[in-house]
């Protein structure tokens, strides 16, 4: 069991090493505005913005990656449920779909990685 939970810890970490890509890097360019549906004029105004929101999700894969490495389940834990929260409160503020993609991973890892304990 442990082998699957650092498997989706893994995965959350990678996904959000993804959104980092594409809120820093993408964002203003076609892949990146039609995969959150903007226009040129709203993606190169929100493009800094987009870029804030790029390191965290960097912060986020920083913390899943340092988890594995160490094993440490408390580390696993807090980065999760932060991965988490920020999913929830994405998908209540911004687009619904945010639960799906950031918060239901995040969840599944948290249960994989309590239940491997």
Excluded at 56 to 84: D, H, P, Q, R, S
Excluded at 85 to 101: D, E
């Amino acid at each position: 069991m442990s082998v699957l939970a650092n498997v989706l810890v893994a995965f959350v970490a990678f996904l959000h090493l993804m959104f980092l890509v594409l809120e820093m890097f993408l964002w203003t360019k076609p892949f990146g505005r039609k995969t959150f549906g903007l226009t040129k004029e709203l993606a190169e105004a929100s493009a800094s913005l987009a870029m804030n929101q790029g390191l965290y999700n960097g912060f986020l894969a920083a913390g899943l990656i340092w988890a594995l490495v160490t094993g440490a389940f408390e580390v696993k834990v807090f980065f999760l449920v932060c991965v988490i929260v920020a999913g929830v409160f994405g998908a209540f503020t911004a687009k619904r779909t945010i639960l799906f993609v950031q918060a239901l991973p995040g969840a599944l890892a948290l249960a994989a990685v309590i239940a491997a304990r």
